[in-house]
Nanobody, 131 residues
Framework: QVQLVESGGGLVQPGGSLRLSCAASRFTLDYYAIGWFRQAPGNEREGVSCISRHDTSPYYADSVKGRFTISRDNAKNTVYLQMNTLKPEDTAVYYC????????????????????????WGQGTQVTVSS
């Protein structure tokens, strides 16, 4: 299985920026669709963004559209999540994960990534947005 490690989290003031990294080992990341999820205490794990192996039509949750950008650098075997104009409600543990079926959506009827459709998960990185 592909192994994923997140990094780049930390404490930032509202309006600030962070760039999260998801580094892969064992396999080249371009074989996989990679999703970013987040989970705050007491909340469901939420799909934030997802990028396909062909970089087509990346997914963004409505809450982050216009503020977050997902990208991949195949030479570095890494997927990034650039987070701008951060808000306190962005505070969560952020995880990256590899899709089981090589695509962001397990069903043509889905409109957002589902946790059950992702296999290998990183350990998460904490993002805290607070003044």
């Amino acid at each position: 299985q592909v192994q994923l490690v997140e990094s780049g989290g930390g404490l930032v003031q509202p309006g600030g920026s962070l760039r999260l990294s998801c580094a892969a080992s064992r396999f080249t990341l371009d074989y996989y669709a990679i999703g970013w999820f987040r989970q705050a205490p007491g909340n469901e794990r939420e799909g934030v963004s997802c990028i396909s192996r062909h970089d087509t039509s990346p997914y963004y949750a409505d809450s982050v559209k216009g503020r977050f950008t997902i990208s991949r650098d195949n030479a570095k075997n890494t997927v990034y999540l650039q987070m701008n104009t951060l808000k306190p409600e962005d505070t969560a543990v952020y995880y990256c994960a590899a899709a089981k079926l090589g695509r962001c959506f397990g069903s043509a009827y889905y409109t957002k990534p589902a946790v059950a459709d992702f296999g290998s998960w990183g350990q998460g990185t904490q993002v805290t947005v607070s003044s």
